[in-house]
């Protein structure tokens, strides 16, 4: 499933093929205990889930989602819109919650 590897890599989490929630049309991305769970479902209609990806350098992690599969569709002063090759959008964001970057992946 194309975008289960497209957001595993996105989100540096590896595909969990042992997850009794990966069958089927559904793909679950390994999670550490105190992170929400990311399940990946293929459909046929268009897709209406939306994430953002914080990061503390935009510039960097647009460049690296692009590596990956993604197209920038939007700049703006704070945030960058992009759509996932399977056509989902989703925002690059400056830094939102408190304790960043506890459980941040480093890319690089």
């Known amino acids: ?10 989100l540096g989490r590896a595909i969990d093929p042992d997850h009794p929630g990966t069958r089927g049309h ?3 991305l390994e999670t550490p205990p105190d992170e929400p769970l990311v399940q990946i479902q293929q459909v ?16 960097a992690e647009v460049a ?8 920038v569709v939007n700049r703006f002063e ?14 690059v964001v400056r830094i ?3 304790g960043f970057p506890k ?4 890319w690089g």
């Open 1 to 10: 499933m194309k975008a289960a590897e497209f957001w595993a890599a996105s």
């Open 26 to 28: 559904y793909r679950m």
């Open 44 to 59: 046929e209609h268009e897709s209406r889930a939306h994430i953002d990806i914080e990061t503390d350098d935009i510039p």
């Open 64 to 71: 690296r989602l692009e590596r990956v599969g993604a197209k």
């Open 78 to 91: 704070r945030w960058v819109v992009m759509q996932a090759p399977t056509g989902q959008r989703f925002c």
């Open 96 to 98: 939102q919650c408190p």
């Open 103 to 106: 459980n941040a992946n480093r």
